[in-house]
């Protein structure tokens, strides 16, 4: 490994170190308000289920009788 390539790579390494605790930071407060988000998100639809199941809605009718088809007797 040349001088220069070593020179590089060590610089290479400092800059990770100063930068790395800053982008941990960073996607530690991006997962947070993702799911955050997504608490609120579970919150308002389960708010709108509660309303929806406490409301005076029609029920559902039960199902119809279906006809039933007849045999037909041949005169063979």
Same mark, same amino acid.
């Given at each position: 490994?040349?001088?220069?390539? #070593? &020179? $590089?790579?060590?610089?290479?390494?400092?800059?990770?170190? +100063?930068?790395?605790?800053?982008?941990?930071?960073?996607?530690?407060?991006? #997962? &947070?308000?993702? +799911?955050? $988000? %997504?608490?609120?998100? #579970?919150?308002? %639809?389960?708010?709108?289920?509660?309303?929806?199941?406490?409301?005076? +809605?029609?029920? #559902?009718?039960?199902p119809?009788?279906?006809?039933? %088809?007849?045999? &037909?007797?041949?005169?063979?």
């Open positions: 490994m040349g001088i220069r390539n #070593a &020179i $590089g790579f060590g610089i290479f390494i400092i800059v990770l170190k +100063l930068l790395i605790p800053n982008i941990l930071s960073e996607g530690e407060k991006t #997962a &947070i308000s993702f +799911l955050q $988000g %997504a608490q609120l998100s #579970a919150g308002v %639809a389960s708010s709108l289920i509660g309303n929806t199941n406490s409301s005076s +809605l029609p029920r #559902a009718l039960p119809f009788a279906l006809p039933q %088809a007849q045999q &037909i007797k041949s005169s063979y």
